[in-house]
């Protein structure tokens, strides 16, 4: 199956740095990539849609100056947590969905599942 | 707006009995329906999904869920736990309408496995 690499898997930093996890589409590519933040013993929650070529879809909530999110590429999206403080210690999970492509004859394309990344866990100190 | 509702934060059941997760969900249309399993520290790993067609999906290791329209529910079973079974449970709805970009995810379920 398609695979969604994050990097990195774990990161440490002190309070007001910025730090970059990147998320990777491996064998496919993907026009959409998502971000998701999950906390200890919690679900996921969706922060941003992050649409390659143009600027970030944000959820409510969630500031858009703090999570900076860039999909430069087919292949590649980042997120950058600006001036890190302790409460953005978190679990980071970026989804991916690959573009279906529409065979002649049929109404619509197929549905993709979107696949998830293994995480990037965050802790600022 | 839609949403995903896991009753039972945690479940415990003994290995080779029946695993029964809870997922109901709201949605003006029917939904696009998934679960998603999560180890520890790991991403998540899709284990069915239901998107038309037959309303028993039939997933990897062994699960299956059944669409049931009339009880906007998607339970997710298991005729016999094993031990490696033990992880978190999401389930999660998509808007079929919008093109099924975004997931909703339910609150998880934390299923244990004793021995």
């Known amino acids: 199956g398609a695979v969604v690499s994050q990097h990195p898997s774990w990161v440490i930093c002190k309070s007001g740095t910025s730090v970059k996890i990147e998320c990777r589409s491996l064998?496919?590519?993907?026009?959409?990539m998502f971000w998701y933040r999950q906390f200890p013993k919690q679900s996921l929650m969706l922060m941003a849609t992050?649409?390659?070529?143009?600027?970030?879809?944000?959820e409510q909530g969630v500031e858009k100056d703090k999570f900076l999110i860039n999909h430069a590429s087919l292949t590649l999206s980042t997120l950058t947590v600006t001036s890190a403080h302790p409460e953005d210690s978190s679990f980071y999970i970026c989804?991916?969905?690959?573009?279906?492509?529409?065979?002649?004859?049929?109404?619509?394309?197929?549905?993709?599942?979107?696949?998830f990344g293994p995480g990037t866990r965050l802790t600022v100190l | 707006a839609q949403s995903v509702t896991q009753l039972g934060s945690h479940v415990s059941v003994s290995e080779g009995a029946l695993v029964l997760l809870r997922c109901n969900y709201s949605?003006?249309?029917?939904?696009?329906l998934f679960w998603y399993v999560q180890y520890p520290n790991q991403g998540l790993q899709l284990l069915l999904k239901?998107?038309?067609?037959?309303?028993l999906v039939k997933g990897i290791n062994g699960f299956e869920a059944e669409f049931k329209k009339s009880e906007t529910s998607f339970h997710l079973t298991k005729p016999s736990a094993h031990m490696s079974d033990a992880a978190d449970y999401f389930c999660?709805?998509?808007?079929?309408?919008?093109?099924?970009?975004?997931?909703?995810f339910g609150q998880g379920t934390r299923l244990t496995i004793n021995p």
């Open positions: 999660a709805v998509s808007d079929r309408a919008k093109g099924a970009q975004k997931l909703v």
């Open positions: 989804s991916a969905r690959e573009v279906p492509v529409r065979i002649s004859g049929t109404p619509t394309a197929p549905f993709i599942s979107p696949f």
């Open positions: 239901y998107t038309t067609g037959a309303t």
């Open positions: 992050s649409n390659e070529g143009s600027k970030a879809t944000y």
């Open positions: 064998d496919f590519q993907a026009t959409t």
């Open positions: 949605s003006s249309v029917p939904p696009y």
